[in-house]
């Protein structure tokens, strides 16, 4: 189902359905939602709005929903958005979100920004997520939170993936050469794997709490075979661990993208067989 993320407000968007998850404090979003037939949904914890009874369709829909947030929020807040909504992180310890309802902000149990958070008028926790609508965003007490979560995040990711630097990895995955295409998998690519599948193929990995692992192709292959339903077909590659502040960007980058737009990554059912691993 695709999301729609409004910061502080999040649409999941179906065939014929939207629904709407906001805080309490974004009455707003109560308010817009009434006059497009949108209904407390019990079963979900949320608010729906369905195509038949809204007369729109999903697109509108979601258009009308963050017309409301914008028209609620400061003035210069869509300048903000604008600013700030490619803003991602690369580790799962941290989230940080800017868009048209506000700011979602994630940080570690125990973080001190939590104390700094509870004594904003305004935004809402639940667990270690903070929602906080535009008209309350603070830019003196949330951007110097941004800035830490920013900091912290680029260590924990460079301290995840640093020790690896420098390895190799050689192998076949077991897809067709067309589906390689489809990933992207073509030398001088970054591409980026599920840790399952950097386990398969480099069992001295250890998991860490990183969005994605990030690999430079700098070979491949093409098996010839007579069908992938015969296993005779298949690619052949050579993978590079990129350097961690390299790596550290290309996973912001890729998680900054609206998530149906992402590329596909490996993951463990595409390793074939033994793959090798070597530094230098």
């Known amino acids: 189902?695709?999301?729609?993320?409004?910061?502080?407000?999040?649409l999941a968007v179906d065939a014929g359905r939207v629904d709407v998850y906001f805080p309490f404090e974004q009455g707003e979003v109560k308010a817009a939602l009434k006059?497009?037939?949108?209904?407390?949904?019990?079963?979900?914890?949320?608010?729906?709005?369905?195509?038949?009874?809204a007369k729109m369709d999903e697109e509108r829909i979601c258009a009308a929903i963050e017309e409301a947030l914008y028209a609620a929020a400061p003035k210069k807040w869509p300048q903000a958005v604008a600013g700030l909504s490619g803003y991602a992180c690369?580790?799962?310890?941290?989230?940080?979100?800017?868009?048209?309802?506000?700011?979602?902000?994630?940080?570690?149990?125990?973080?001190p920004c939590h104390w700094t958070l509870e004594h904003l008028p305004g935004a809402s926790r639940k667990g270690d997520v903070w929602s906080i609508p535009a008209r309350n965003a603070k830019q003196s007490v949330v951007m110097p939170v941004v800035e830490r979560a920013a900091r912290?995040?680029?260590?924990?990711?460079?301290?995840?993936?640093?020790?690896?630097?420098?390895?190799?990895?050689?192998?076949?995955?077991?897809?067709s050469p067309t589906e390689a295409d489809a990933l992207l998998l073509k030398p001088g690519r970054v591409?980026?794997?599920?840790?399952?599948?950097?386990?398969?193929?480099?069992?001295?990995?250890?998991n860490m709490p990183v969005h994605a692992w990030p690999f430079m192709v700098e070979a491949r292959e093409d098996k010839p075979g007579e069908g992938y339903e015969h296993l005779e077909e298949g690619v052949s590659l050579k993978l590079g661990y990129l350097d961690a502040r390299h790596g550290y960007?290309?996973?912001?980058?890729?998680?900054?993208?609206?998530?149906?737009?992402?590329?596909?990554?490996?993951?463990g059912p595409h390793v074939d067989g033994k793959w090798h691993c070597r530094r230098g």
Request: aromatic share 10%; hydrophobic share 40%; with cysteine.
């Open 152 to 175: 912290e995040d680029m260590k924990a990711f460079v301290d995840a993936v640093e020790p690896y630097e420098g390895r190799h990895m050689k192998g076949t995955i077991a897809i």
């Open 35 to 53: 006059p497009i037939n949108g209904r407390w949904n019990p079963d979900r914890r949320c608010w729906t709005v369905q195509t038949r009874f």
């Open 249 to 267: 960007k290309a996973v912001r980058k890729l998680q900054a993208m609206p998530e149906d737009d992402r590329p596909a990554r490996l993951d």
């Open 1 to 10: 189902m695709p999301t729609v993320d409004y910061g502080s407000v999040t």
């Open 191 to 206: 591409i980026f794997a599920e840790f399952p599948f950097v386990k398969a193929a480099d069992p001295l990995v250890v």
């Open 90 to 111: 690369a580790t799962k310890k941290y989230d940080v979100k800017f868009g048209a309802g506000g700011v979602r902000i994630a940080l570690p149990a125990g973080h």
